[in-house]
């Protein structure tokens, strides 16, 4: 059989999956004798590719006379060359890799012909998990689709009653309208906390999403009003900058501040934010998160400012369900409060002394979290999912903690609902504790 040409095709085909890089390589050579110059060729290229090395690839090619569109998509993905890879998904898609083809649709734009490609490859194995996640991952970056979160949240001094609604609506060439909307109904709960407050907050808003190769950005605006009426900006920027490293800029005007209870409902915050991730291996992430900002009241009163940051490393134990991640973490806030004048929060305040702002504090604690995709993404199965937040609190010197829990899955298809009940013994800075119940719809259209 060592004789047979077809024979030892098949078989170095197959081998090289399951020995070492210098056995095989020696075996190869071996078989060079009896090995056709093509077959002996795409063996060397299928080897090299299967070790990701680049460089001897590409001379390999060159040296060829005719190279496999395989190959060639396969190089290009390599060297993003998007040109090329749009050129061979345009003559030969059909006889492509399926995951070279995804890749490639992705990367050069053709999100419409990357969804076909998944569909058309779950109709001819609906049991493949790798196409089955490809699928959702398209869909919860690219697909049309409506969010709505309502609830009841009970904080120290509060009790909501909130909707928050959220409309995507992909336009083409990677562009989507944006439109969101807030409607809150508040009620003091302890008359220690609150004098006043206003009985109702809302938000309107609309925006533009811009998705790219390597990240997004976009640009919101509309107006909110609680205890006075204000117009909020934001802007959002997310960039992979290498296949290890990813960073997210934030700035907004009129942003939303839960730092406090009174800033929940009186007030808001001017901010600067910058969170970078970088990735040691697959399952391991580093993460740093660094705020400046600047509080006012819904009057536009000055109120103080704040830095604020969180240093954190993520394990994801697995990615399928059920997901377990362990992050340890660092919390920190240092602000400070200017209470020459309240604005429209002074009326709400028992006390004038009372602080607005929260107090210095920071944490150290792990997040612990179970099963989470079922609680945010488009999954097909209902089941639980839970986390746990144990911490120290170094501004009261005592350890406290948080959880979450609930359940998700799919609803009618092609959606997902989750029930979800929260709890939390301090609030940043504050005292606060906080428990919420709601429910989260999200729907692709």
Same mark, same amino acid.
């Given at each position: 059989?060592?004789?047979?040409?077809?024979?030892?095709?098949?078989?170095?085909?197959?081998?090289?999956?399951?020995?070492?890089?210098?056995?095989?390589?020696?075996?190869?050579?071996?078989?060079?004798?009896?090995?056709?110059?093509?077959?002996?060729?795409?063996?060397?290229?299928?080897?090299?590719?299967?070790?990701?090395?680049?460089?001897?690839?590409?001379?390999?090619?060159?040296?060829?006379?005719?190279?496999?569109?395989?190959?060639?998509?396969?190089?290009?993905?390599?060297?993003?060359?998007?040109?090329?890879?749009?050129?061979?998904?345009?003559?030969?898609?059909?006889?492509?890799?399926?995951?070279?083809?995804?890749?490639?649709?992705?990367?050069?734009?053709?999100?419409?012909?990357?969804?076909?490609?998944?569909?058309?490859?779950?109709?001819?194995?609906?049991?493949?998990?790798?196409?089955?996640?490809?699928?959702?991952?398209?869909?919860?970056?690219?697909?049309?689709?409506?969010?709505?979160?309502?609830?009841?949240?009970?904080?120290?001094?509060?009790?909501?009653?909130?909707?928050?609604?959220?409309?995507?609506?992909?336009?083409?060439?990677?562009?989507?309208?944006?439109?969101?909307?807030?409607?809150?109904?508040?009620?003091?709960?302890?008359?220690?906390?609150?004098?006043?407050?206003?009985?109702?907050?809302?938000?309107?808003?609309?925006?533009?999403?811009?998705?790219?190769?390597?990240?997004?950005?976009?640009?919101?605006?509309?107006?909110?009003?609680?205890?006075?009426?204000?117009?909020?900006?934001?802007?959002?920027?997310?960039?992979?900058?290498?296949?290890?490293?990813?960073?997210?800029?934030?700035?907004?005007?009129?942003?939303?501040?839960?730092?406090?209870?009174?800033?929940?409902?009186?007030?808001?915050?001017?901010?600067? @934010?910058? /969170?970078?991730? !970088?990735?040691?291996?697959? =399952?391991?992430? *580093? #993460?740093?998160? %660094?705020?400046?900002?600047?509080?006012?009241?819904?009057?536009?009163?000055?109120?103080?400012?704040?830095?604020?940051?969180?240093?954190?490393?993520?394990?994801?134990?697995?990615?399928?369900?059920?997901?377990?991640?362990?992050?340890?973490?660092?919390?920190?806030?240092?602000?400070?409060?200017?209470?020459?004048?309240?604005?429209?929060?002074?009326?709400?305040?028992?006390?004038?002394?009372?602080?607005?702002?929260?107090?210095?504090?920071?944490?150290?604690?792990?997040?612990?979290?179970?099963?989470?995709?079922?609680?945010?993404?488009?999954?097909?199965?209902?089941?639980?999912?839970?986390?746990?937040?144990?911490?120290?609190? @170094?501004? /009261?010197?005592? !350890?406290?903690?948080?959880? =979450?829990?609930? *359940? #998700?899955?799919? %609803?009618?298809?092609?959606?997902?609902?989750?029930?979800?009940?929260?709890?939390?013994?301090?609030?940043?800075?504050?005292?606060?504790?906080?428990?919420?119940?709601?429910?989260?719809?999200?729907?692709?259209?």
């Amino acid at each position: 059989l060592k004789e047979d040409g077809e024979f030892m095709q098949t078989y170095l085909g197959v081998r090289m999956f399951f020995v070492g890089a210098d056995s095989f390589e020696q075996e190869l050579l071996a078989a060079k004798p009896v090995l056709t110059p093509a077959a002996y060729e795409e063996l060397s290229l299928s080897f090299s590719l299967r070790e990701n090395i680049d460089e001897q690839v590409h001379q390999m090619a060159k040296a060829m006379t005719k190279t496999e569109p395989w190959i060639r998509l396969n190089l290009a993905l390599s060297f993003d060359d998007e040109t090329s890879q749009q050129d061979l998904l345009y003559r030969y898609y059909r006889t492509l890799p399926l995951g070279d083809s995804l890749a490639a649709a992705q990367n050069t734009g053709q999100i419409a012909l990357a969804q076909d490609l998944v569909f058309e490859g779950l109709q001819k194995n609906e049991k493949s998990v790798p196409l089955y996640d490809q699928m959702r991952q398209l869909h919860n970056e690219y697909a049309d689709y409506f969010l709505m979160e309502s609830g009841y949240l009970d904080r120290t001094g509060i009790s909501q009653t909130f909707s928050e609604l959220h409309n995507s609506y992909y336009l083409a060439r990677g562009y989507s309208f944006e439109a969101e909307a807030f409607i809150g109904s508040n009620v003091i709960n302890d008359a220690e906390v609150f004098k006043s407050m206003p009985g109702t907050s809302t938000a309107w808003g609309i925006g533009v999403k811009k998705r790219f190769a390597r990240g997004f950005y976009q640009f919101d605006m509309g107006v909110k009003e609680s205890a006075d009426r204000y117009n909020y900006f934001s802007f959002h920027y997310n960039t992979d900058v290498s296949r290890r490293l990813s960073v997210e800029l934030f700035v907004d005007k009129g942003s939303k501040a839960d730092e406090s209870v009174y800033l929940l409902v009186g007030g808001y915050k001017d901010r600067i @934010g910058l /969170q970078t991730r !970088y990735s040691l291996l697959e =399952s391991s992430q *580093i #993460g740093v998160y %660094l705020e400046n900002a600047e509080f006012s009241s819904d009057d536009g009163a000055y109120i103080g400012s704040g830095i604020s940051g969180r240093l954190d490393f993520t394990y994801l134990q697995r990615s399928a369900y059920p997901d377990i991640s362990i992050t340890p973490y660092y919390t920190f806030g240092d602000y400070s409060e200017d209470k020459s004048s309240r604005g429209v929060i002074e009326p709400m305040l028992n006390f004038p002394d009372t602080d607005v702002i929260s107090e210095d504090f920071w944490y150290a604690g792990v997040d612990l979290s179970y099963g989470m995709e079922n609680r945010y993404n488009y999954v097909r199965v209902w089941r639980p999912f839970f986390s746990l937040s144990p911490y120290y609190n @170094g501004r /009261q010197a005592k !350890y406290n903690y948080g959880f =979450s829990a609930g *359940i #998700g899955g799919e %609803l009618f298809g092609q959606d997902n609902l989750s029930l979800v009940v929260e709890y939390s013994e301090s609030v940043g800075g504050t005292s606060d504790q906080l428990w919420k119940t709601s429910f989260r719809y999200k729907i692709l259209y």
